[in-house]
């Protein structure tokens, strides 16, 4: 019985393994995380240094379909300060009756294929987001990469807080911009679903 | 000499309000170690109350300092070295989200029963807290 050569078998071990990982990326169709990053700054005209990280961001993208859902738990965005965690939470947001943030969209045009292409790919997400009780449509640029398995997304917009019903006084309007810069940085992982 | 003594006297003071001002205006966060708990929950019982009523639950918690007991799931990390460690609630989806403050040793995996301490935010993938830390012994 004739054995098959070291490198044949070397060849077709590889081949194996090439073509279960990259078929890994497609057979999975959700994504999440629990501790996407989110990073908002409103400073206005007089610094005072009004920024706020939140990394308990929960995110799930369906891989077949583009669909995809944030939900922001409020009181987890972190300030430096305790009065402005106070006054964001209690005047602002108003977080004891709005505790979340969601945002329920689409990536636009998304296929599974994009799942295969390797680099930073641009996407438009659109959907309904709804902060502080209010409920608008969006429709936001951002970045896609995959990465080792994973799905890296990227975006950095604005929010006019007019626009989600939080007023700003008029005493501290020097102090606070009227459009919040959001920073997110989301690394999705495979849910095995 | 009167004069004088009345003016240091007054600078004196207007000094002292000063510092308590600006001590108020920029005061970080109350160390969460230094707090009393609210409450105290075993992590499967407390997420099966949000199951329950997710109203009166969210009501009953938001912004109480809770102590929750559980197996630790999973620590994650972010790019920014923040660190959450996730507690087992018997739910396959749901656990008890803990954003962890800096500094916290990460907890084993798999393994480790402990305590966190922290101020719960809001139910979203999970029941969170944030600026959590592991207590030994609970309050």
Same mark, same amino acid.
């Given at each position: 019985?004739?054995?098959?050569?070291p490198?044949?078998?070397?060849?077709m071990?590889?081949?194996?393994?090439?073509?279960?990982?990259?078929t890994?990326v497609?057979?999975?169709?959700?994504?999440?995380?629990?501790?996407?990053?989110?990073?908002?700054?409103?400073e206005?005209?007089?610094k005072?240094?009004?920024?706020?990280?939140?990394? $308990?961001?929960?995110?799930?993208?369906?891989?077949?379909?583009?669909?995809?859902?944030f939900k922001?738990?409020?009181k987890?965005?972190?300030?430096?300060?305790?009065?402005?965690?106070?006054?964001?939470?209690?005047?602002?947001?108003?977080?004891?009756?709005?505790? /979340?943030?969601?945002?329920?969209?689409k990536?636009?045009?998304?296929?599974?294929?994009?799942? $295969?292409?390797?680099?930073v790919?641009q996407?438009?997400?659109?959907?309904?987001?709804?902060?502080?009780?209010?409920?608008?449509?969006?429709?936001?640029?951002? /970045?896609?990469?995959?990465?080792?398995?994973?799905i890296?997304?990227?975006?950095?917009?604005?929010?006019?807080?007019?626009?989600?019903?939080?007023?700003?006084?008029?005493?501290?309007?020097?102090k606070l911009?009227?459009?919040?810069?959001?920073?997110?940085?989301?690394?999705?992982?495979p849910?095995?679903? | =000499?009167?004069?004088?003594?009345?003016?240091?006297?007054?600078?004196?003071?207007?000094?002292?309000?000063?510092?308590?001002?600006y001590r108020?205006?920029?005061?970080?966060?109350? %160390? =969460?170690?230094?707090?009393? @708990?609210?409450?105290?929950?075993?992590?499967?019982?407390?997420?099966? !109350?949000?199951?329950?009523n !997710?109203?009166a @639950?969210?009501q009953k918690?938001?912004?109480? #300092?809770?102590?929750?007991?559980?197996?630790?799931?999973?620590?994650?990390?972010?790019?920014?070295?923040g660190?959450?460690?996730i507690?087992?609630?018997?739910?396959?989806? =749901?656990g008890?989200?803990? *954003? =962890?403050? *800096?500094? !916290?040793?990460?907890?084993?995996?798999? *393994?480790?029963? #402990?305590?966190?301490r922290?101020?719960?935010? @809001?139910? *979203?993938?999970?029941?969170?807290m944030?600026r959590c830390?592991?207590?030994?012994? %609970?309050?």
């Open positions: 019985m004739k054995h098959p050569s490198f044949f078998t070397f060849l071990s590889f081949s194996a393994f090439v073509l279960l990982s990259t890994g497609l057979a999975q169709s959700k994504y999440m995380t629990r501790n996407g990053l989110i990073r908002f700054e409103a206005g005209p007089i005072d240094d009004i920024k706020a990280v939140n990394n $308990q961001a929960g995110c799930i993208l369906d891989a077949s379909t583009g669909d995809i859902l922001i738990p409020i987890s965005f972190v300030f430096k300060k305790a009065l402005m965690q106070e006054h964001f939470n209690e005047n602002y947001m108003e977080s004891h009756k709005f505790p /979340t943030a969601e945002l329920k969209g990536i636009e045009g998304f296929k599974p294929e994009v799942l $295969q292409k390797s680099g790919q996407v438009m997400v659109s959907g309904k987001m709804t902060l502080h009780g209010v409920t608008r449509d969006i429709r936001e640029p951002g /970045t896609m990469e995959v990465k080792d398995g994973k890296l997304l990227r975006a950095d917009f604005g929010v006019a807080l007019a626009d989600y019903g939080i007023n700003i006084p008029k005493m501290v309007e020097n911009a009227k459009v919040a810069q959001v920073n997110l940085s989301i690394d999705l992982g849910t095995g679903q | =000499m009167k004069k004088l003594f009345r003016f240091i006297l007054v600078f004196l003071l207007l000094g002292i309000i000063g510092i308590g001002v108020y205006l920029w005061r970080p966060n109350d %160390p =969460m170690n230094g707090q009393k @708990a609210d409450y105290q929950v075993l992590a499967h019982e407390w997420v099966e !109350e949000f199951k329950i !997710e109203q @639950a969210n918690y938001l912004g109480r #300092i809770v102590e929750a007991k559980g197996v630790v799931r999973e620590v994650l990390r972010d790019s920014l070295g660190m959450n460690v507690l087992e609630s018997g739910d396959s989806f =749901m008890v989200n803990c *954003s =962890m403050e *800096s500094g !916290e040793v990460a907890p084993q995996e798999g *393994s480790d029963t #402990i305590v966190l922290g101020e719960f935010t @809001a139910l *979203s993938f999970d029941v969170c944030a830390v592991r207590i030994s012994s %609970p309050k």
